[in-house]
């Protein structure tokens, strides 16, 4: 599994002698570490288990959890109607009906309902605090503790799992045991590092913060947020002209479907280059036990091989959905290019829900013109991924109803 770290060094809290009121998400915080007092001892006695090493044990076993559980993906509007009859106000009846059989099923164990970077930077939108603080709690009881790690650290792990999977001398975990992390993750991982403090108490300390930061529900983090603190976002009305003026400009070049898709993949690998040689050189130290020597990390070989590999597999549709993070979203930009249907106002998230929610869930429950566009022709992304997409809420229900009948 390819891993991106970012590490944060030379932060301390120190609040044993504060002169101000702890702010109530850190007292929840410090509740929840306290429910594990003997963490410091249980890593104490395994110096010999590296950071590393610890946090790929407790990510696989997350992920074989996960993968035993009916996992249902909810776009904003569901979680909206979910929060809305837990206040006791449903906007319909049957969204009472939805979100008792919700919390009926994620009890049970059957179902989980992951939260994901998309679904999290929807919620922070929600401007009222009463209205934020409520999905989040939702989101507390139908997570199950489970989120999807975020595109940039998910996408990796695709590519370097499908070249690896083409190495007959490698064993692979399956894919979607791979994707998942804790929702305090949901926007990437970042662990503390004290460049003062020797590398063994710096193990230390990290496994004993992931061990309380994994426990850690989302509620809590949307606490500690604020306005201040959150990106201006990425989808504004410049950024909507700006992508639909490329694609006039170069609507010529598309003859069908096929051409757009792989202009798309082709633009994507693009993006990609940076992390596709990084990969290349992890591959190669794998194998070899050293990194690369300069000689082998030129413009002509390493990721560029790489790249041209997968961009070739996609053109002679040798491959689909291995890399699902390329096939649906350049599946999803490729169609409305050839249908020279204009990027909207909020195809931004959408299409960010889509891309996990359809390669990763047995359901996505969205809205009805995305759900549309992923079912039928050209895409049919639901029959590729097995994944139930419906957008009638009533269908929804009878859906929900049919688990563990």
Request: contains cysteine.
């Amino acid at each position: 599994m390819a891993d991106i770290e970012i590490e944060k060094g030379n932060w301390t809290v120190n609040t044993e002698h504060s002169s101000f009121d702890h702010p109530g998400w850190l007292i929840d915080f410090k509740e929840i570490c306290d429910k594990d007092p003997d963490v410091w001892d249980r890593h104490k006695n395994e110096p010999h288990v590296s950071f590393e090493a610890y946090k790929r044990r407790c990510y696989l076993s997350h992920g074989e959890q996960v993968r035993k559980k009916i996992r249902i993906y909810l776009d904003l509007r569901y979680w909206i109607y979910c929060r809305d009859a837990f206040l006791g106000k449903p906007q319909k009846p049957v969204h009472n009906s939805i979100w008792m059989r919700l919390s009926d099923l994620v009890e049970s164990g059957l179902v989980v309902c992951p939260i994901s970077y998309p679904v999290v930077s929807e919620i922070f939108k929600q401007r009222d605090l009463v209205r934020r603080g409520a999905i989040a709690e939702v989101a507390d009881r139908l997570s199950g503790n489970v989120a999807i790690r975020p595109p940039h650290e998910l996408w990796p792990t695709e590519v370097h799992h499908f070249l690896l999977s083409k190495l007959p001398s490698k064993e692979v975990y399956p894919l979607d045991q791979l994707a998942w992390t804790f929702p305090t993750w949901w926007l990437g991982e970042a662990m503390p590092h004290f460049p003062e403090l020797d590398e063994a108490t710096n193990c230390l300390m990290k496994k004993a913060y992931f061990d309380s930061i994994k426990e850690c529900p989302l509620s809590i983090t949307i606490k500690a947020l604020s306005a201040s603190s959150w990106p201006k976002p990425a989808d504004t009305n410049e950024y909507y002209d700006n992508v639909n003026a490329q694609c006039r400009a170069h609507r010529h070049e598309i003859t069908d479907f096929h051409s757009a898709f792989m202009t798309e993949i082709a633009g994507l690998l693009d993006c990609m280059e940076a992390e596709i040689e990084e990969i290349s050189k992890a591959m190669y130290e794998s194998e070899y036990g050293h990194p690369p020597p300069p000689s082998e990390c030129t413009n002509e070989d390493g990721h560029h091989l790489f790249t041209r590999l997968i961009y070739n597999a996609f053109r002679l549709k040798r491959i689909t959905t291995e890399i699902p993070y390329l096939h649906i979203n350049a599946g999803i930009h490729g169609a409305l290019r050839h249908r020279r249907q204009p990027f909207k106002n909020g195809d931004y998230w959408d299409h960010l829900h889509a891309y996990p929610a359809i390669a990763y869930c047995q359901a996505f429950f969205v809205e009805t013109s995305l759900g549309h566009l992923v079912s039928n022709r050209p895409l049919e992304l639901n029959h590729a991924y097995g994944c139930s997409v419906l957008w009638n809420e009533d269908e929804v229900l009878k859906y929900l109803m049919s688990i563990g009948k």
